[in-house]
């Protein structure tokens, strides 16, 4: 690509001005090196770049595929909710469920503690009593998202299927 035999001196090309006094504008007065670095110190070729890799870097998780055992005993898990619900007694449950990212593949799991109101088995959701910090839905979950169910109305559940 370059052969340093056929590029030419430098030293040759630009002798008739390589030795020339620097031009100083006579309207113009002598820019300090500080006042000439601020000029291009705003300047980003790169804007968002950073955003750009931090949002690339954000680790988020893939959703579990529950086997047939869990999904089993949230099965169970969601009609002892139910029966709670039907004699009048709303349980405190907490759940664990999948958020989906709102910009990437992926999300991640979280954890909330909250009474139900209700089971909605045709929307397939978990209506909650009050809506909690961290349900992105207005407090409902999908029973999709969900990953785990406990509560004092159902724990005895997790000892039947180990």
């Given at each position: 690509?370059?052969?340093?035999?056929?590029?030419?001196?430098?030293?040759?090309?630009?002798?008739?001005?390589?030795?020339?006094?620097?031009?100083?504008?006579?309207?113009?007065?002598?820019?300090?090196?500080?006042?000439?670095?601020?000029?291009?110190?705003?300047?980003?070729?790169?804007?968002?770049?950073?955003?750009?890799?931090?949002?690339?870097?954000?680790?988020?998780?893939?959703?579990?595929?529950?086997?047939?055992?869990?999904?089993?005993?949230?099965?169970r898990k969601l009609l002892r909710i139910a029966d709670c619900l039907s004699k009048g007694n709303?349980?405190?449950?907490?759940?664990?469920?999948?958020?989906?990212?709102?910009?990437?593949?992926?999300?991640?799991?979280?954890?909330?503690?909250?009474?139900?109101?209700?089971?909605?088995?045709t929307e397939r959701k978990i209506h909650l009593a009050s809506a909690s910090s961290g349900i992105?839905?207005?407090?409902?979950?999908?029973?999709?998202?969900?990953?785990?169910?406990?509560?004092?109305?159902?724990?005895?559940?997790?000892?039947?299927?180990?």
């Amino acid at each position: 690509m370059n052969d340093p035999e056929r590029t030419p001196d430098p030293r040759i090309v630009y002798g008739d001005i390589i030795h020339l006094p620097h031009h100083q504008s006579d309207v113009h007065p002598h820019m300090s090196i500080a006042d000439r670095a601020a000029q291009f110190s705003a300047y980003k070729a790169l804007s968002g770049y950073e955003d750009m890799v931090t949002e690339e870097a954000r680790i988020t998780d893939k959703q579990t595929e529950l086997g047939e055992a869990q999904k089993e005993l949230l099965n169970r898990k969601l009609l002892r909710i139910a029966d709670c619900l039907s004699k009048g007694n709303p349980p405190s449950v907490t759940m664990t469920f999948f958020i989906p990212d709102e910009w990437k593949a992926g999300g991640h799991y979280h954890s909330v503690t909250g009474t139900v109101r209700k089971i909605d088995s045709t929307e397939r959701k978990i209506h909650l009593a009050s809506a909690s910090s961290g349900i992105p839905s207005g407090g409902t979950i999908s029973f999709d998202d969900l990953l785990d169910l406990h509560g004092p109305c159902m724990d005895d559940l997790d000892l039947l299927i180990t």
